[in-house]
């Protein structure tokens, strides 16, 4: 089953998640979409001082929205941020430095940031990583799964009164098309069992990121939820993480820009709200979150055993015991 799904996977790639496969979709486009002001609308972007992140901010802070920048290396964070204020002419950007992959700072810093500001309207959670070695954090988690999963779970959590409070709020989560080879595996969240595989983890982390959402927009009916496909994009977590699949692609792959696309059309555009909240997007469409044939749905318990992991695990570190 492997086998097919990547050879599936890997073909639908080729004609849809390459440059030109950006370019056949842009044609379908509605320009006015984008053609939004957005000035008085905060947006929070984590991993933003780079690749799609960046990309995002720069489009957001260029349409007048409030940009705060959750980063994790700080002289990165204040570089891309005098760019984007650059690039934009707009002032409102800010910079705040988290690693996603700390779970008891990740729940800090949303109640320190929700005391702090009266409105969030967009969160966009798009920090990622994809350790090919299985590496721990300081806590003992494993590294993809804390930063990919419960770091995610935990910032949208945290921070979902703050948006119910404010006006038409959105949370997008920048997921991958490679979730579409892996089938929930609620048994071995952290993959303590078998060969490691760091591709394979990051996909079954963007798996989850899709059920995730899914489930967010069943419990939280006021908040607009998405999860979406950057697509195949050269940006400098692929030329690091996957050097081979980079060497092999480099000339197809979409720009940060193409990447962005759907991600900020889905947090400014109008009609991007018109579609029902939990779905997954792919160039501004709503698409299947599964192969043909491929064997990779879950079953409702197993859906809710992950939201049952991922909120044991938050409340142990909001407690302390961890």
């Keep these: ?13 080729l004609s849809e ?21 957005v000035t008085g609308r905060s947006f929070m972007i984590t991993g933003a001082n780079s690749g799609i992140g960046k990309a995002v901010a720069t489009a957001i802070a260029k349409r007048g929205g409030i940009v705060h ?3 994790r290396n700080k002289d990165r964070a204040e570089e891309a941020k005098e760019e984007i204020v650059k690039e934009s002419s707009n002032e409102n950007v800010f910079v ?12 800090q810093f949303a109640q320190k940031f929700s005391q702090e500001n009266k409105s969030l309207n967009v969160l966009v959670n798009n920090a990622g990583c994809m350790v090919n070695q299985r590496e721990l954090t300081e806590d003992g988690l494993e590294k993809n799964f804390a930063t990919n999963t419960l770091g995610t779970y935990i910032l949208t959590t945290a921070l979902i009164p703050l948006l119910e409070t404010s006006e ?20 071995d969240l952290q993959f303590e069992s078998g060969q490691f595989d760091g591709t394979m983890a990051y996909a079954q982390n963007k798996r989850q990121q ?32 996957m050097p081979d699949f980079y060497e092999k692609m480099k000339n197809r792959l979409r720009t940060e820009a193409q990447g962005a696309d759907t991600v900020v059309w889905l947090a400014v555009s109008p009609a991007a709200s018109h579609h029902p909240s939990g779905l997954f997007f792919q160039d501004r469409k ?7 044939l491929a064997q990779t749905r879950s079953s409702q318990e197993e859906e809710e055993k992950l939201l049952k992991s991922l909120q044991q695990l938050t409340e142990k570190f909001k407690n302390g015991s961890l």
């Design 1 to 13: 089953m492997s086998i097919y799904r990547n050879a599936v996977w890997f073909m639908k790639g």
């Design 17 to 37: 998640y390459t440059k030109s496969g950006y370019e056949a979709a842009a044609k379908h486009f509605i320009p006015s979409d984008l053609e939004v002001n």
């Design 69 to 71: 920048m959750v980063c």
């Design 96 to 107: 705040h430095i988290l690693d996603m992959s700390n779970p008891r700072r990740i729940w």
């Design 168 to 187: 038409a709020p959105r949370v997008i989560t920048v997921s991958s098309g490679g979730m579409l080879v892996q089938k929930l595996n609620v048994n």
């Design 210 to 241: 899709v059920i995730l959402t899914e489930q967010w927009a069943k419990l939280h009916k006021n908040i607009h939820f998405s999860v979406m496909h950057p697509g195949w994009a050269d940006t400098p977590a692929v030329r690091s993480s």
């Design 286 to 292: 709503p698409v299947s979150t599964h192969l043909p």
